[in-house]
């Protein structure tokens, strides 16, 4: 999972502690997290416009996105779309 981010956003800062415990749940999911702002070109080869984005990536390949701080959401697609992976 990309988390897209803006460190200058609050709903970047209120959903990190959210992403922090997902990883502590699903620790087989590879979590990585670009500033826009330092990574602007990332975000944009990703057709990132708003933040806070989480980009589901399995191979390599994009599989979903959500867009906005719905933490209800984030795991919900984690396990729609196989992410978990075994060790």
Same mark, same amino acid.
């Given at each position: 999972m990309v988390h897209f981010i803006a460190s200058w956003r609050g709903t970047c800062? #209120?959903?990190a502690p959210v992403l922090v415990d997902l990883a502590k749940k699903l620790p087989n999911v590879t979590y990585l997290k670009v500033d826009v702002d330092e990574l602007k070109t990332v975000a944009e080869e990703w057709n #990132? =416009?708003?933040m806070p984005t989480f980009i589901y990536?399995? =191979?390599?390949k994009l599989i979903d996105k959500v867009v906005g701080a719905k933490k209800d959401e984030l795991q919900q697609r984690i396990v729609l779309t196989n992410l978990v992976h075994k060790v």
């Open positions: 800062r #209120v959903i #990132v =416009e708003a990536l399995k =191979e390599g």
